[in-house]
């Protein structure tokens, strides 16, 4: 599997961005995918994810209520869609995919995916 992550760019605080995550592969349906974001000098953190099974749905407390994940299978995407921004947002956010034998708990953790993508930036502006 291969990703491809875009949509990132500059917005002003309380503005709105989608981010999409293209995959190749005809197996894509079947795994789970997670956002991560990583800002300057910081780890790179958990974001949001979206199981492959069903398709339910997890977010970081920090953007709760402001961002959602969804996925479309006919066309291998992945999307954020991200609302409200803050400048505390600012950071590279790359996609990621889980195989399916991942269980639904270990996907908040950034050694639990298997493959990435290489990172969009999103700038927030105050």
């Known amino acids: 599997v291969q990703l491809q992550a875009s949509g990132g760019g500059l917005v002003q605080a309380g503005g709105s961005l989608r981010l999409s995550c293209a995959a190749s592969?005809?197996?894509?349906?079947?795994?789970?995918v997670g956002w991560f974001r990583q800002a300057p000098g910081k780890e790179r953190e958990f974001v949001a994810y979206?199981?492959?099974?069903?398709?339910?749905?997890y977010y970081a407390d920090s953007v709760k209520g402001r961002f959602t994940i969804s996925r479309d299978n006919a066309k291998n995407t992945v999307y954020l869609q991200m609302n409200t921004l803050k400048p505390e947002d600012t950071a590279v956010y790359f996609c990621?995919?889980?195989?399916?034998?991942?269980?639904?708990?270990?996907?908040?953790?950034?050694?639990?995916?298997?493959?990435w993508g290489q990172g969009t930036l999103v700038t927030v502006s105050s």
């Open positions: 592969g005809r197996t894509f349906s079947t795994y789970s």
């Open positions: 979206i199981r492959w099974r069903g398709g339910s749905t």
């Open positions: 990621a995919a889980a195989k399916p034998t991942k269980i639904m708990s270990s996907l908040t953790g950034v050694n639990n995916y298997d493959y």
